[in-house]
């Protein structure tokens, strides 16, 4: 069982930036494929990023160029920073992780941008 703990939320103004950050509790090298979703109310969760393990990325198009996401230099860290905010940036955002022994997510961190 893997444990995957974010921080970084918070409130910022638009065309802020923030940084989230989930740590694991196994070396993401183990997790073939880790990343970001996120889920505004009343709306279903949806890709936001997605990092292979060997440094292959994906974006959804409304946060290409926007978003970037990295594994850390500590062996179980993953990172996502955002820049350039928008409102419609606004939700919960959840840590992902995929190995062959499943599926995994964190508890989620709330992102608010105000215009």
């Known amino acids: 069982q893997v444990q995957l703990v974010e921080s970084g939320g918070g409130s910022v103004q638009t065309g802020g930036s923030l940084r989230l950050s989930c740590e694991a509790s196994?070396?993401?090298?183990?997790?073939?494929?880790m990343g970001w979703f996120r889920q505004a109310p009343g709306k279903q969760r949806g890709m936001v990023a997605l990092?292979?393990?060997?440094?292959?990325?994906n974006y959804e198009n409304s946060v290409e160029g926007r978003f970037t996401i990295s594994r850390g230099n500590a062996q179980n860290t993953l990172y996502l920073q955002m820049n350039s905010l928008r409102p419609e940036d606004t939700a919960v955002y959840y840590c992902?992780?995929?190995?062959?022994?499943?599926?995994?997510w964190g508890q989620g961190t709330q992102v608010t941008v105000s215009s």
């Open positions: 990092i292979s393990n060997v440094g292959s990325t």
């Open positions: 196994s070396p993401t090298s183990s997790l073939h494929i």
């Open positions: 992902y992780a995929w190995s062959p022994s499943g599926t995994f």
